[in-house]
């Protein structure tokens, strides 16, 4: 069946040969579509996009706003007013329901919008062979019959047939549910073969968890088998988060606290004061509905929007809205050193060989300025003998990573470096560079042959490659230790001799003398393959001839001081996972505090540094009484990583965990909050972690805590708003009703209080900064209610305040008539509420010393909700509407300024708790 490019689809490419689909695709595997090609196809199919999940429409959101249980009493407490001839109140009503559902559907939907954006600015990355050269695309670019170079980590980008693989597994549970990796080759299958069974394809949506490949794409998009099932395809499993269980306790207490309230002012109303049943259910119901807090969901989603946008700017992104507020109560950090800790841009400093003779290398991160020296600052190269010969060898062709000299026009005919790869491997480019051994004649043409990637469970890498005719040579580099045990053989200034003891142990000192220095240590050996051999297994990782090691210095960020400071004195311990050397990891754990200067060498008489072989042999009792005192773990594998993390969650602590690679990722779904690298990190380890850190680094850790600690503070005051707010209004109801009034704000004025003023102070709340001291307490318990009995006298005073406030205000106005009246009491309980908002700016320190211009949205929605109340009052259209009798200006003002009570209150408040420290 010839390709029918219409369908944006190859059928059946697995039952046909390789060559058959290259040629059905009009693909070129060896260079790849050229550009004219990627065009014209781009053109036919569009964008390699999976149609959107159902979408959260615009429309459906709307709609979700009237399916509240609050609207529906709304809807009825308008239903009663149309039936008692009320038709002002109804249509009143009614304006309040939509306002309400608009202020909720604007509100929720920018929340969406938000959140979508963020999780869209992690990217996954494709590299295709396109006019014969590596290019690095996001997956919509990919095209039909594009060739797809897969990498360990990778995300498969489109449904591909495989041409080449090295040992290609492939994880395919989001599409067959099948969590073991699958094992790929290249011969073709029966026709029909289950999908599962299809192992010489790869599927989009699928990843790679080792080993390589390249694949030529034979569906994209919609005609994808992932496409297809687009819509079955499962969410992450939305568990109950901790916050969501806290914040529905809240919404209970306050319910019950407004059904209870309700209750007394209907029980006030009409039995004790006989007022019309009518006109007392309206009351009733609007008290219902203005105590219960129906604003306090979309206020915490607000909360947690706009948490989250403050992490992205502070490079920490959000993938799961929740962990914002996780992150608050973080109590321990398990972190990575290479990239996270240091600035990973290493440089080999170091080489020792065979011979015993250490060498410097001169010049600082990936310039190719610099030379090998010997001792006395001689200059050597590549030609001066065997041993760095070797070394150079295995530092220039033993990796995959590549730094091209660019003539950049621009700039005036200077050369310019582009670098890709990982930093150790470049840093070994470089070593090779600086040795010149491309001047050789040999080794002008190195051609490769065959790859073992890097991985951190085997901990060293290996390349098949050919240097002159006949001659084929592994090169491997990997932790030293290892190699030491892989190698049989050593080359020394005299030829290749077998290991002995005393060479060994001289190594291993090295070794430790450097990690000392806080050097990563690589060890590099090499091996002669046999003339017919094209591939390499780790089978063939044995019997190696030991050639030297080097040592690279990884300077830490000059940040991370200050951030583990800043986490020391916010209670939360920092924990250094890695899988260099513990001598190295040691190193640099006190260069930048994680370990004590102070205790020096004694740490309690507890090592300072544990390692995975030492960690294997303790029992979990034991590992935890360690876990107590090391705060080091070395050459350790994910595996050990996740016990570490396990027992920690076990003795109570809550983790976040930071993690780049394939073997990270269930790591990085036990931990409380897992945290993936942006730029080193694998699509795997991106889409199992909650955040993604788009700088890697861990000083952005730390201050994404610090936000998220301002999460829990800004939830804890808008609720205290909400909480007072309604509770003053329903007070004043009662106290009223109580005192022989007539009642003093009828239902649709509640309402006005409750969805308006309210409603636009509390957002406002909701974006108040941090105040610089969020770090100075210990991490939030996990089990912190919002509610805390301390703040309890304080909301009750100033709610006392607003009803003494109000009542005194109707009282003054009743001999002018219960309408007059009213309008009294609604500007003083809007206004005093209006004030409140900046006594719960923060809940300990005066508003004036945190600066009465920090929040800019407060100042707005203040004279905002001032407008909006002259309106009610001064405009005579609304004024009659909502029933409120006529008060001046200067009453208006008068009465205003009263209400700033409210707010002298509450700064006294704070002042003698501070005095007398209560
Ligand atoms: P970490 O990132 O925590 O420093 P890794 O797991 O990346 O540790 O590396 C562990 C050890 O494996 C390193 O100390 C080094 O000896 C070796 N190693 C790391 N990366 C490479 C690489 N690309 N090629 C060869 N060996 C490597
Ligand atoms: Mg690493």
Not at 234 to 246: A, G, I, Y
Not at 299 to 309: E, K, M, Q, R, T
Request: net charge neutral; hydrophobic share 45%.
């Amino acid at each position: 069946m010839p390709y029918k490019a219409e369908d944006a689809k190859l059928y059946d490419a697995h039952a046909r040969a390789p060559q058959e689909v290259v040629e059905g695709l009009s693909a070129d595997i060896g260079k790849g579509l050229d550009d004219e090609e990627v065009k014209k196809r781009w053109a036919k199919h569009g964008p390699n996009k999976l149609p959107k999940k159902e979408e959260a429409s615009a429309f459906k959101i709307f709609i979700k706003q009237f399916k509240d249980f609050l609207i529906l009493i709304l809807f009825i407490a308008a239903g009663i007013a149309f039936m008692a001839d009320h038709l002002i109140d109804t249509y009143i009503i009614l304006a309040v329901i939509l306002f309400n559902a608009v202020m909720g559907f604007i509100q929720e939907y920018r929340a969406e919008q938000a959140v979508e954006a963020i999780k869209s600015m992690v990217k996954h990355e494709v590299t295709v062979l396109r006019h014969g050269e590596q290019v690095t695309l996001t997956p919509e670019q990919v095209v039909m019959g594009d060739v797809l170079l897969l990498k360990e980590g990778q995300s498969v980008a489109a449904d591909a047939r495989i041409i080449d693989t090295h040992n290609l597994r492939t994880n395919e549970s989001s599409l067959t549910g099948e969590s073991e990796p699958v094992v790929k080759k290249t011969e073709k299958i029966k026709e029909g073969t289950e999908l599962a069974d299809r192992k010489n394809m790869v599927w989009k949506g699928t990843s790679v968890v080792k080993g390589s490949g390249k694949a030529i794409v034979t569906a994209i998009g919609a005609k994808t088998e992932i496409g297809k099932i687009a819509k079955s395809l499962k969410e992450m499993e939305k568990t109950e988060s901790n916050f969501r269980k806290k914040t529905a306790k809240l919404a209970q207490k306050m319910a019950a606290l407004a059904i209870f309230t309700a209750s007394i002012v209907f029980i006030l109303g009409y039995f004790v004061r006989g007022f019309d049943f009518e006109q007392i259910l309206l009351v009733t119901i609007a008290t219902l509905v203005s105590s219960i807090p129906e604003g306090l969901p979309v206020v915490i989603s607000i909360v947690l929007a706009i948490g989250a946008n403050r992490m992205a700017k502070r490079n920490a992104i959000i993938r799961e809205f929740t962990a914002t507020e996780v992150l608050g109560s973080v109590s321990t950090i398990l972190t990575d050193k290479t990239g996270t800790i240091t600035q990973s841009v290493l440089t080999v400093k170091k080489m020792f060989g065979g011979d015993k003779k250490e060498r410097e290398i001169t010049g600082l991160g990936y310039s190719l300025d610099g030379a090998i020296q010997e001792n006395d600052s001689k200059v050597v190269t590549a030609r001066d003998g065997e041993i760095i010969l070797k070394n150079s060898l295995i530092a220039r062709f033993g990796n995959k990573a590549f730094i091209k000299k660019e003539t950049d026009e621009k700039s005036n005919g200077e050369e310019e470096l582009s670098v890709t790869g990982n930093p150790t491997e470049l840093a070994l480019q470089v070593l090779g560079r600086k040795s010149r051994i491309d001047e050789l004649e040999p080794y002008k043409f190195v051609e490769e042959l065959d790859d073992i990637p890097f991985n951190s469970e085997q901990k060293y890498r290996a390349k098949l490659v050919q240097t002159r005719e006949s001659e084929k040579i592994m090169l491997v580099t990997g932790a030293p230790e290892k190699l030491l045990d892989y190698s049989s053989e050593v080359l020394t200034d005299k030829g290749t001799e077998s290991m002995n003891r005393q060479l060994k142990e001289e190594i291993v000192r090295k070794n430790d003398e450097w990690a000392d220095d806080a050097m990563r240590v690589l060890g590099l050996a090499h091996k002669y393959m046999p003339e017919d051999t094209v591939e390499i297994s780790t089978y063939d990782v044995k019997d190696l001839i030991w050639t030297g090691i080097v040592g690279m210095i990884d300077p830490s960020r000059p940040e991370v001081k200050e951030a583990i400071a800043d986490c020391r004195r916010a209670g939360i311990r920092v924990i250094m996972v890695t899988g260099d050397h513990a001598k190295t990891a040691a190193a640099i754990a006190r260069d930048v505090g994680i370990l004590d200067e102070q205790r020096g060498g004694n740490n309690n008489g507890y090592p300072q540094a544990l390692t995975e072989s030492e960690i294997s042999k303790l029992g979990d009792d034991e590992l935890d009484d360690m876990i107590q005192h090391v705060s080091v773990f070395a050459r350790v594998s994910p595996s050990t990583k996740l016990r570490v993390a396990e027992r920690l969650q076990e003795s109570g602590e809550l983790i976040a965990m930071t993690g780049d690679g394939v073997n990270d990722a269930p790591a990085l779904k036990k931990a409380d909050v897992g945290i993936a690298m942006g730029q080193k990190g694998t699509d795997v380890a991106k889409d199992a972690a909650q955040i993604v850190l788009s700088d890697d680094n861990f000083a952005s850790i730390v201050k994404a805590i610090e936000e998220g600690r301002i999460v829990f503070k800004n939830v804890k005051i808008t609720s205290y708003f909400l909480l007072t707010t309604n509770f003053a209004a329903t007070s004043t109801l009662i106290a009223g009703l109580s005192l022989g009034f007539p009642v003093p704000l009828t239902a649709v004025q509640i309402l006005w209080v409750n969805m308006v003023t309210d409603g636009i102070m509390d957002v406002a709340l909701a974006t108040e900064p941090g105040h610089g001291e969020m770090m100075d307490r210990k991490p939030i318990k996990k089990n912190e209610h919002i509610l805390t009995w301390d703040v309890v006298p304080f909301l009750v005073i100033m709610a006392a305040l607003m009803v003494t406030l109000a009542i005194y205000a109707f009282s003054y106005f009743l001999p002018r008539g219960t309408e007059a009246a009213r309008a009294g009491a609604f500007v003083a309980v809007s206004s005093t509420q209006i004030f409140n908002a900046f006594n719960m700016r923060h809940l300990h320190k005066s508003v004036f010393s945190i600066g009465i211009g920090g929040n800019k949205w407060i100042n707005i929605a203040f004279i905002v909700s001032v407008i909006l109340q002259l309106a009610v009052i001064k405009i005579d259209w609304f004024r009659n509407i909502f029933g409120f009798g006529e008060i001046s200006y200067l009453e208006f003002a008068v009465i205003f300024l009263g209400s700033s009570m409210v707010l002298l209150g509450g700064e006294i408040y704070k002042k003698i708790r501070k005095t007398f420290g209560v």
